[in-house]
């Protein structure tokens, strides 16, 4: 298990995974008062939490399946990623997809937050590509079933 460094200027406890298996930790509002999101209105909620994660690490930052479901509250920028170099608080930026106001409360669970390695590359340019049995079918190619 990676150690990450977090500073919590929240009053709420640290993401904490829910489940054995969970990838994702969820992410609390860090609020004075509530804040309402009229439809397809977007906010930035802040979590209060800062991390610095080590080289090779980004944070992806996802919406909860709960509040898309029941009420239309998505992320704007989703997946949202906190590269390895970045100091601040994270923030959320929420989005009213229904059409009814939504109040997000200090400390509601407002996203997802799953830490993940990645791998740096560099591009060979060349002028063909291997084949595969797919070959260029995109959208809809395998089918429906």
């Known amino acids: 298990m990676t150690s990450i460094k977090i500073i919590n200027r929240s009053r709420h406890a640290l993401p904490s995974y829910q489940t054995e298996d969970a990838a994702g930790m969820d992410l609390r509002a860090d609020l004075g008062a509530p804040v309402v999101l009229k439809p397809l209105e977007r906010q930035l909620v802040s979590t209060g939490l800062s991390i610095e994660l080590p080289k090779g690490f980004e944070a992806q ?35 009213n997809l229904s059409n009814q106001d939504f109040t997000v409360e200090d400390g509601e669970r407002i996203a997802q937050l799953v830490v993940a390695r990645y791998e740096k590359i560099s591009w060979e340019a060349v002028e063909i590509l291997g084949e595969t049995e797919r070959g260029a079918g995109g959208y809809g190619s395998t089918g429906r079933k």
């Open 61 to 95: 930052i996802r919406p909860r399946s709960g509040l898309a479901y029941r009420h239309g509250i998505g992320i704007v920028n989703s997946p949202g990623t906190i590269d390895a170099d970045y100091r601040g608080v994270i923030q959320v930026l929420l989005v």
